[in-house]
T-cell receptor, first 115, second 114 residues
């Protein structure tokens, strides 16, 4: 079974703090993704990575950066946390295989509160 | 324009009945894929079913089936014989072309009543 783990289920931070959210997958997937989920808005893509050290902006990258130094690990960084970044953050990974659905596998999520 | 639209914020169904969750999409790509995910209150996202744009048959996985109407750009999820454990948020998502990104809809909260 594919396993995607996230470093924390719940996190409380103060405005202006630097925040690191870590995600690790154990199935050698090429792609990794960071989403935020807000009520009524569904999941919105922040950043994704298709290889080590490679990244692409998603739909809402402002205020976030990412790091992928190893294939299994993808980090989301909030350089200076703000209250409007209070949200549920979901990490996902997927294969790249021709002719297959290549569905994304998700971690359990991190509920971040910025005070 | 919204690429994935789920017009039902909430749906209710009686246990053992069938329910249809609506999803419409918008794309100019000929090649695309449509996914449905389930998110129980515990928060994890569970992949349910996939339909490719070139698949001639509607996808089925156990009690889940996808009513794919290409000309109408709709990909509705049908759950047969609803169970209490089906109560969850359901998301429709689309992948366009050969890319890996998914675009998600707003979700539908399904409640199964005993």
């Amino acid at each position: 079974d594919v396993k995607v783990t996230q470093s924390s289920r719940y996190l409380v931070k103060r405005t202006g703090e630097k925040v690191f959210l870590e995600c690790v997958q154990d199935m050698d997937h090429e792609n990794m993704f960071w989403y935020r989920q807000d009520p009524g808005l569904g999941l919105r893509l922040i950043y994704f990575s298709y290889d080590v050290k490679m990244k692409e902006k998603g739909d809402i990258p402002e205020g976030y950066s990412v790091s992928r130094e190893k294939k299994e690990r993808f980090s989301l960084i909030l350089e200076s946390a703000s209250t409007n970044q209070t949200s549920m953050y979901l990490c996902a990974s997927s294969l790249v295989t021709s002719g297959r659905p290549n569905e994304q596998f998700f971690g359990p999520g991190t509920r971040l509160t910025v005070l | 324009a919204q690429k994935i639209t789920q017009t039902q914020p909430g749906m209710f169904v009686q246990e053992k009945e069938a329910v249809t969750l609506d999803c419409t999409y918008d794309t100019s790509d000929q090649s695309y894929g449509l996914f449905w995910y389930k998110q129980p209150s515990s928060g994890e996202m569970i992949f349910l079913i996939y339909q490719g744009s070139y698949d001639e048959q509607n996808a089925t996985e156990g009690r889940y089936s996808l009513n794919f109407q290409k000309a109408r750009k709709s990909a509705n999820l049908v759950i047969s014989a609803s169970q209490l454990g089906d109560s969850a948020m359901y998301f429709c998502a689309m992948r366009e072309g050969s890319g890996s990104r998914l675009t998600f809809g707003e979700g539908t909260q399904l409640t199964v009543n005993p």
